[in-house]
C-alpha cells in the first residue's frame, strides 16, 4: 500500500455519506444532483451510487433529469 501512495500521495479517504441526513432534507423537498453531491460530501463521479443506495432504502424517484424526491401518492396522479 505504501507504494501505491508514494505515486499517487493526494488520493483522498473514502468518505461515507450520511444517508439519514439526506433523507431527512428530501423530506422537505427535492434535492438536485449537486446538492445531494453537496450533502453527502463525496467526489461528483460517486454521487449516482449515493442515490442508488438511497432508492434502495427510500421511495425516491426522479421526476425529471437531475432532481430526486420521496415518491408520495400526489405523484400517482
Do not use: C
Not at 499517487?8 to 433523507?23: A, L, M, N, S
Not at 438511497?54 to 408520495?72: D, N
Amino acid at each position: 500500500m505504501k507504494f501505491f501512495y508514494f505515486f499517487f500521495p493526494d488520493r483522498k479517504k473514502r468518505v461515507t455519506p450520511d444517508y439519514e441526513k439526506i433523507y431527512e432534507e428530501l423530506k422537505k423537498g427535492p434535492l438536485t444532483f449537486r446538492e445531494i453531491e453537496e450533502l453527502s460530501g463525496v467526489p461528483h463521479n460517486a454521487v449516482a451510487q449515493v442515490i442508488t443506495t438511497l432508492t434502495l432504502r427510500y421511495p425516491i424517484w426522479s421526476p425529471k433529469r437531475g432532481v430526486y424526491k420521496l415518491l408520495e401518492y400526489s405523484d400517482y396522479d
